[in-house]
């Protein structure tokens, strides 16, 4: 099984647009579809609720790694949790890379760590699961600031 999901897309918008939409736990919050009840911060753990139809039930819970506008934003998660606070061996690494292009932004997505989960079925449905998902949200993300 890979150890990482990797996307790269070209969207059109500027990176200051595309930096908003990603280290704004607001705005990241509209596209992907959590609504949280605070900002991002390193080291501090933000928690919300999915608004994602079907997951509404469901809280993620993000602890923001690294932040280094406009280029690079990390946090680490529990990709099986809903929300249960799990320990350190059962995270992953999510990493947004950007980099401008003239007036658009090229956007390296990258979730990381699945290798060290557990060896139980959740690390491969964890991995099956985001592989999905991040396609979805490449998509949501490309919507919201190309609009």
């Not at 993620?60 to 606070?85: L, N």
């Not at 320990?87 to 947004?96: A, C, D, H, I």
Request: charged fraction near 25%; proline fraction near 5%.
């Amino acid at each position: 099984m890979p150890s990482q999901i990797q996307k790269t897309l070209t969207l059109k918008a500027p990176i200051t647009r595309v930096w908003q939409a990603i280290a704004n736990a607001s705005q990241f919050g509209e596209w992907f579809r959590v609504k949280f009840t605070g900002e991002f911060a390193v080291g501090v753990i933000l928690k919300g609720n999915i608004t994602y139809p079907g997951y509404e039930h469901m809280e993620m819970q993000v602890v923001p790694a690294h932040i280094q506008e406009p280029t690079y934003f990390a946090y680490t998660w529990c990709p099986y949790s809903d929300g249960k606070p799990e320990g350190k061996n059962r995270e992953t690494l999510v990493e947004f890379k950007l980099k401008a292009q003239g007036e658009n932004t090229e956007l390296t997505i990258i979730e990381s760590g699945f290798d060290a989960l557990p060896d139980d079925a959740r690390r491969e449905e964890s991995y099956r699961s985001n592989t999905e998902g991040w396609a979805i949200q490449a998509q949501n993300i490309a919507d919201y600031v190309e609009s």
